[in-house]
């Protein structure tokens, strides 16, 4: 596996890989690699001749710099899960290659940054867009693979390369979750152990949601009272949002006609923790001859059942 810092290396590798037809797989990632990132990479190293992945805390995302500070950050450990994996390339730049103190270019996808994490995170959208679209243009992949675990961003990107035009399909994967369920996140190794025996809340809520959803209620605003009242008998969780909303558009609904998401994000101590299961209902309609490549909302993403 070749680690490559700089930017501009990165890009003229890409390029000379794609004169060649070599097919480039993307993995963006900030580190701390759990199997919710190996997932990603084993399926891009399936699919494409050449696995790139993307290690890169970025700044522009972190609206509160004390959460930058802690985030965690082990390289030499993130090296090795990689290179185990069978990454090709790992794409490691700077802050300051990233953003040369001249850089005027920013990316903004409007309406669907917007809810849910967005209104939480003044910006923090606009520096995932900015970042992954500086990404696609360095390392050129023929495909970009994210983690549904994060299904705004997986959203926002989506809206951002349709709109622009960027070439890569984007593939968006299932959330991987601990054996209790609790979904795979870089933030969970610093929960203390009475949250991270707390933060089960959140995978049983979502359950609550899919079984009742399952058992015939479409009522949004049920679901959200029932998913509300599940996390409140957890004191140790401090409800951020809980929302039931169009899984396209994450705009509110009344009533669940059309695929939708239950999105929670929810603080143990000073770790915010996010999650979300789609619920979608049975369509009545033939299955669609050309899906659209960037519609996510069949895209299964469901709690794995209790263990
Ligand atoms: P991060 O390093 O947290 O920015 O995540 C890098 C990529 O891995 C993003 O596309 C995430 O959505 C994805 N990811 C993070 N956690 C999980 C998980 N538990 N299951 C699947 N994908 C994940």
Redesign the pocket.
Known sequence: MKVIREPREMQQTALTLRDKAIRIGL???????????V??MRRAKQENDVCVVS?FV?PLQFNDPADLERYPRNEAADLEIARSVGADILFTPSAAAMYPPDAQTFVEVTRVSQPLCGGQRPGHFRGVATVVAKLFMITLPRRA??????YQ??RVIAQMARDLYFPPDLVF?????EADGL?????NARLTPEDRRAATVLPRALELAQSRFADGERDPSVIQALVRERLLTEPRAGIEYVEVVDAQTLEPIAEIAQPALVAIAARFGDIRLIDSVALTPPSPEPEPLAPDPLDTSDVPHRVAPRA
Do not use: E, I, W
């Open positions: 993995v963006p990632t900030m580190g701390a690699f759990h199997d919710g990132h997932s990603l290690l970025n693979y994210f983690g549904l675990k994060d961003q997986c994967c299932p959330t991987v979750r979904a795979m996140s870089s933030r």
